[in-house]
């Protein structure tokens, strides 16, 4: 039996998602999570990992820990595609490596499909008004903002059709204290932005949403919604 299990254990982590298992394992997520060196990132989240649309894509929330995931498929990087169960979220989404509690595993009813993994890798499925054209920008700040009297939360989407939302898991820090911030994307109904910012108090970068509103007077008259985005 070990010996099947170590070939199963290698199958499922090939480079190719496997998907379509009637029954999955949902685990609960953890604090304290390394920034994905696949991706080119160093450091820790210390609230939970990042969940995006694909690997290495858009950083859209954090699986904060003690909320659950539901792993569908896991690559050989360690990116796992699934279903995030959040404070107010619940949708398919992916999440960076090292952000599950592996010893709290749960059987769980497979609930996210190769359809939606497929429509996420699409930019367009979850945001507008991006600072760059597909596969630039990656991070660096494009339009650079002054976050004083923001609001920041960690999370904004609640469910796979990304059409709406509500802010979710305000973060711990002060955001007075935030520099070297820059704009990403908005939300599809307008009313969450996407930024990234260097928090003294960690001495990270991190991804938050803060209200469109809060920045929109920083905000380039034209921005950017090209499609071509894909995995």
């Not at 990132?41 to 904060?64: D, E, F, H, Q």
């Not at 398919?92 to 509690?101: A, E, R």
């Amino acid at each position: 039996m070990t010996r099947i299990s170590a070939l199963l254990a290698t199958f499922l982590l090939s480079s190719t998602y496997i998907l379509g298992v009637a029954g999955i394992n949902e685990y609960l997520t953890v604090s304290n999570v390394p920034k994905p060196s696949t991706c080119g990132n160093s450091g820790v989240l210390p609230a939970g990992g990042w969940i995006a649309n694909k690997r290495c894509g858009y950083v859209m929330g954090t699986a904060v820990s003690g909320q659950r995931f539901d792993v569908e498929a896991t690559d050989s990087s360690g990116y796992h595609y699934g279903r995030y169960r959040g404070t107010g979220g619940n949708f398919c989404t992916f999440l960076v490596p090292s952000s599950m509690n592996l010893s709290t595993k749960t059987s769980v009813s497979s609930s996210c499909s190769s359809t939606t993994q497929s429509a996420l890798c699409n930019r367009q499925h979850f945001g507008k008004d991006f600072d760059s054209p597909p596969h630039q920008g990656d991070g660096a700040i494009v339009i650079p903002l002054n976050l004083s009297g923001c609001s920041g939360f960690y999370n904004y989407f609640i469910d796979s059709t990304f059409q709406t939302g509500k802010y979710q898991d305000p973060v711990p820090f002060s955001m007075a204290t935030v520099s070297s911030g820059g704009y990403r994307y908005s939300t599809l109904d307008g009313q969450a932005s996407m930024i990234r910012a260097t928090v003294p108090e960690y001495g990270q970068v991190l991804w938050f949403f803060v209200p469109r509103s809060c920045i929109a007077s920083q905000l380039p008259s034209v921005l950017n919604n090209d499609g071509g985005d894909g995995c």
